[in-house]
């Protein structure tokens, strides 16, 4: 059975007096140049009708998680692209017959296309699952962008040889068997991508790094919220708005303090000293006890020992106001303890946690404690400690 191309070459040799060269070489432009056009018109009428349909639908589909990001990644447009692919595969065929070398040069081309097109339809999956996932909520447990960025390399890297291999007419196995003697340079060329996906796997089963944790470095460098997580880089936006850029195997390499652990409890610590003037420690009399007494009522069910010093009074009213402390967190520790004296006085520790852990509240209430502990002070016939 003739071809369309010997049909029409036999034409313009006959019918109009072309050499047979000329004729093959028009003949094989003009079909060229149609079976282009055609798979460009097929593209156009897909690309139409997919239009109208998802204009169609929209309203359905952006009430759809799944619908509306598939919509945004443009997915369905990318499959549409194989159609003309296709076409075009068979129409060469059928234009310049099964054999030839026109026929082998222009599938080969044509498979190129397919495999773009196969790659944008799976980068397109990626990025619309990552979306999905991020929009889902559970973001914060698995930094899947870089698992996402890490597949997207392997791709592109993948179908570059696949491609290389299709121009040049080579097998797959060759290829690859090829590459392994340019592992060193490939590795190399690839160094950071490797390493960031292989500390991001460290990261992510170890569960040392999430979105949202406030980490800090020894170094200063980064001390803030994680906002991203991807194959080379972890975004830190700082406490004072500046970003910082970290390799993910420096995580993996180094020291670094996450906070969530402060996050996830019950409470912040607060941890602070208060000084005593060791020149204004006592031993109370039972009247100056009673005193100190009724100016605190919450102290007024407690059993005072006899022979009780100041200092060991202020320690017992600064548990007992904590306990009281709306702000408190009573489940956890609350420790007054008096550590050895210092030339700067009697230090008087005093530990605890509060509820509220958002930094600024947290600050402003723990203040207020520390405020009142150091302003009631002279109640107790004792003076706060100040280098002259």
């Known amino acids: 059975m003739a071809t369309f191309v010997e049909w029409m070459n036999g034409l313009m040799t006959r019918h109009l007096g072309l050499r047979a060269g000329l004729a093959d070489t028009i003949d094989g432009i003009v079909v060229f140049i149609g079976i282009v056009l055609?798979?460009?018109?097929?593209?156009?009428?897909?690309?139409?009708?997919?239009?109208?349909?998802?204009?169609?639908?929209?309203?359905?589909?952006?009430?759809?998680?799944?619908?509306?990001?598939?919509?945004?990644?443009?997915?369905?447009?990318?499959?549409?692209?194989?159609?003309?692919?296709?076409?075009?595969?068979?129409?060469?065929?059928a234009a310049f017959g099964e054999e030839g070398t026109a026929t082998s040069i222009m599938r080969?081309?044509?498979?190129?296309?397919?495999?773009?097109?196969?790659?944008?339809?799976?980068?397109?999956?990626?990025?619309?699952?990552?979306?999905?996932?991020?929009?889902?909520?559970?973001?914060?447990?698995?930094?899947?962008?870089?698992?996402?960025?890490?597949?997207?390399?392997?791709?592109?890297?993948?179908?570059?040889?696949?491609?290389?291999?299709?121009?040049?007419?080579?097998?797959?196995g060759a290829m690859f068997a090829g590459l392994g003697a340019s592992a060193a340079v490939l590795m190399l060329v690839f160094k950071d991508s490797i390493l960031g996906f292989v500390a991001g796997v460290q990261l992510s089963q170890n569960k040392m790094i999430r979105?949202?944790?406030?980490?800090?470095?020894?170094?200063?460098?980064?001390n803030g919220t994680v906002e991203e997580i991807t194959l080379n880089t972890v975004k830190v936006r700082n406490w004072d708005n500046t970003l910082t850029m970290i390799p993910p195997y420096t995580l993996v390499s180094a020291p670094f303090k996450n906070w969530r652990g402060m996050q996830e409890s019950g409470g912040r610590r607060a941890d602070k000293m208060i000084y005593i003037d060791l020149n204004s420690l006592e031993v109370c009399s039972e009247e100056m006890t009673d005193d100190i007494v009724k100016s605190f009522p919450i102290m007024k069910d407690l059993q005072m020992e006899s022979q009780m010093t100041n200092i060991q009074i202020y320690r017992t009213y600064i548990e007992t106001y904590l306990r009281q402390h709306p702000d408190v967190n009573t489940s956890l520790d609350i420790i007054v303890t008096q550590k050895e004296a210092t030339a700067y006085g009697l230090p008087i520790e005093v530990y605890?946690?509060?509820?509220?852990?958002?930094?600024?509240?947290?600050?402003?209430?723990?203040?207020?404690?520390?405020?009142?502990?150091?302003?009631?002070v002279p109640e107790f016939g004792l003076r706060l400690y100040q280098r002259p």
């Not at 979105?211 to 980064?222: H, K, R």
């Not at 509220?356 to 009631?376: C, G, P, V």
């Open 108 to 172: 080969r081309l044509d498979v190129v296309f397919l495999i773009i097109v196969a790659i944008m339809i799976f980068n397109s999956a990626l990025l619309s699952v990552l979306e999905i996932f991020i929009n889902s909520g559970r973001r914060r447990n698995v930094p899947l962008q870089g698992l996402v960025q890490a597949l997207q390399v392997i791709m592109y890297f993948v179908g570059a040889i696949i491609i290389i291999a299709v121009l040049l007419d080579r097998s797959l």
């Open 211 to 222: 979105i949202g944790d406030w980490i800090q470095l020894p170094d200063g460098s980064a």
């Open 38 to 93: 055609a798979a460009v018109l097929i593209n156009w009428m897909c690309q139409k009708l997919a239009g109208w349909l998802i204009n169609r639908s929209r309203n359905r589909l952006a009430r759809s998680k799944w619908g509306s990001t598939l919509l945004k990644q443009n997915l369905a447009r990318n499959l549409l692209l194989l159609i003309p692919g296709i076409v075009l595969y068979f129409l060469i065929g």
């Open 352 to 376: 605890f946690f509060t509820k509220e852990k958002a930094w600024a509240e947290y600050e402003r209430k723990q203040s207020n404690i520390f405020d009142h502990l150091m302003t009631i």
